[in-house]
């Protein structure tokens, strides 16, 4: 085999079910039981209720020691719910793996450890990124750029109010910070958006990698992660991923046309759409991954 062939296989990938297959199936998913997914819909709002409860809690009521204490508890049970939620997702990619068309069932304390599990996986992939991009950042010198821009305006709103020095020659000397400031901000962005992206991919084989084995350590295992991108093909990944969005986003500029003199069954269709549609692409990643599995 030439190195052309090679790296044709590996972009490529085996493609043992193809991407409109797998958009297909997924897509239907989760309407193959539809108790199953009324009991996720409800799970989901309870926990972004739960979630602004503590939010407007703490950002619009008296901080004192009873609204501060509620607050907590807001979102102490929306993280709980979140956690039965993300294992349930787990299982979702689980059922993809092994091509079983059966909705799984809920089994809260076993979804809630799962989901344990599935939230160190996806803070673990956001701090190594997140480490890079600091490290970026002080390379760049944003923060030190930001602060000479904050300063250098400072004293030049002094000098136009307290020393009658013309605005249009005042500002003249943030021009260059302002510059540099800029340029570390763009290369900062830049890689925080590349590194994120990557991140978030390799987040997606972990993710099937702990519903394939079961296990936290293999999740972690992030080389092993990015070797199955590989396996499965890093252009079946990206189409996938392409497909899954385009799809969803067709879908709702469908929504906001026809019912843009609807907003309360737009809001409605929105609540049970967005649940269904995180299904959909936990159903989409378990079969993407069941070509290795």
């Not at 009521?61 to 993300?86: F, H, K, P, Q, R």
């Not at 340029?183 to 962005?189: K, V």
């Not at 906001?256 to 692409?281: D, G």
């Amino acid at each position: 085999m030439d190195y052309k062939e090679l790296l044709m296989k590996i972009f490529a990938g085996e493609i043992n079910m193809n991407i409109t297959e797998i958009i297909k199936d997924a897509f239907l998913f989760p309407s193959k039981n539809t108790g199953r997914f009324a009991i996720y819909l409800l799970l989901s709002v309870l926990m972004v209720g739960f979630a602004l409860g503590g939010i407007f809690t703490y950002a619009f009521g008296i901080i004192d020691a009873e609204n501060y204490l509620m607050g907590g508890v807001y979102l102490l049970i929306s993280l709980l719910i979140g956690c039965i939620i993300t294992g349930y997702h787990i299982k979702i990619i689980k059922s993809g793996i092994e091509l079983d068309d059966n909705v799984p069932v809920f089994e809260l304390y076993k979804d809630f450890m799962t989901g344990f599990d599935n939230y160190i996986v996806s803070l673990f992939y956001f701090i190594i990124p997140a480490l890079i991009v600091m490290l970026v950042s002080f390379d760049t010198n944003l923060f030190g750029n930001a602060m000479e821009v904050v300063k250098e305006f400072v004293l030049q709103i002094y000098g136009v109010y307290f020393m009658d020095i013309p605005i249009e020659i005042a500002f003249i000397s943030i021009s260059p910070l302002l510059t540099d400031f800029l340029n570390s901000l763009a290369i900062t962005l830049t890689a925080a958006f590349i590194v994120f992206l990557i991140f978030s991919i390799l987040q997606l084989m972990a993710e099937a990698r702990l519903a394939n084995t079961g296990s936290l350590k293999e999740a972690l295992n992030i080389f092993e992660a990015a070797k199955d991108i590989t396996r499965i093909g890093v252009g079946k990944v990206i189409l996938l991923l392409l497909a899954v969005v385009v799809v969803i986003a067709i879908i709702e500029i469908i929504l906001i046309i026809a019912l843009t003199f609807y907003p309360f069954l737009l809001s409605v269709l929105y609540i049970i759409l967005t649940p269904y549609m995180v299904l959909v692409s936990q159903r989409a990643l378990g079969l993407l991954y069941s070509d290795i599995a």
